[in-house]
């Protein structure tokens, strides 16, 4: 079984301060882990995504997150804000294929970016 | 490329009235997916199709849920009768090829449906 916590509902930033957006994920098999982001009225789009490579991800818009397995955490970072960055954001795990394939998701981390 | 479309945007209706959603997918991406997103909440699965198969439809509701995907391109959800709970936003995604979680999905906006 997998699962996935996203700490913390809201995170609020300064324009132009570091961004961190916190995932702890559970899964019985190596996990394969993503980050989405969602704009208001809008479908998810991917960020990045871990699948056992380079722990270090970079992905879209300057974001990053580092895979630990020792922590099972896949945080997500940007060192500096933009008012773009207000969305909602999303961690999610699966497996390899079949039913473990399956994308679980958080519940979510809504950032908002003050001025 | 257009990506994954879905119609309507939005739909308001009565409790116990029928209502579909349509999804078309990125054209060539075999796996579609229709999630369920509550407010609040992320997305969940009800309905995984590899082509026209339904490989995975173990969370779909079946007493009143009902999904196909003929000639396994675009797809229609359906919930009849709705019910007040299911007012959420309804979301279809489509990837390009088999159940591989490291294959990307493609989301369209959603469908936001309202049940009054």
């Known amino acids: 079984a997998q699962s996935v916590t996203q700490l913390g509902s809201h995170v609020s930033v300064s324009e132009g301060a570091l961004v961190l957006l916190r995932c702890n994920y559970s899964s019985s098999v190596p996990p394969y882990l993503f980050w989405y982001v969602q704009y208001p009225n809008q479908g998810l789009q991917l960020l990045l995504k871990?699948?056992?490579?380079?722990?270090l991800v970079k992905g879209i818009n300057g974001f990053e997150a580092e895979f630990k397995k020792s922590e099972t955490s896949f945080h997500l970072t940007k060192p500096s804000a933009h008012m773009s960055d207000a969305a909602e954001y999303f961690c999610a795990v699966s497996g390899y294929s079949g039913s473990q394939g399956n994308l679980i998701f958080g519940k979510g981390t809504k950032l908002s970016v003050k001025p | 490329e257009a990506g994954v479309v879905q119609s309507p945007r939005y739909k308001i209706i009565e409790k116990k009235q029928p209502v579909a959603f349509w999804c078309n997918p990125i054209s060539g991406h075999n796996t579609l997916y229709w999630y369920l997103q509550n407010l609040g909440q992320g997305p969940e699965l009800l309905i995984r199709y590899e082509n026209e198969e339904a490989v995975d439809d173990s969370q779909l509701p079946k007493d009143r849920f009902s999904a196909e995907r003929l000639k396994g391109v675009d797809s229609t959800l359906k919930i009849q009768p709705a019910e007040l709970g299911d007012s959420a936003v309804y979301l279809c995604?489509?990837?390009?090829?088999?159940?591989?979680?490291?294959?990307?999905?493609?989301f369209g906006p959603g469908t936001r449906l309202t049940v009054l």
């Open positions: 995604a489509s990837s390009p090829g088999g159940s591989a979680s490291y294959n990307e999905q493609f």
């Open positions: 871990y699948t056992s490579a380079a722990t």
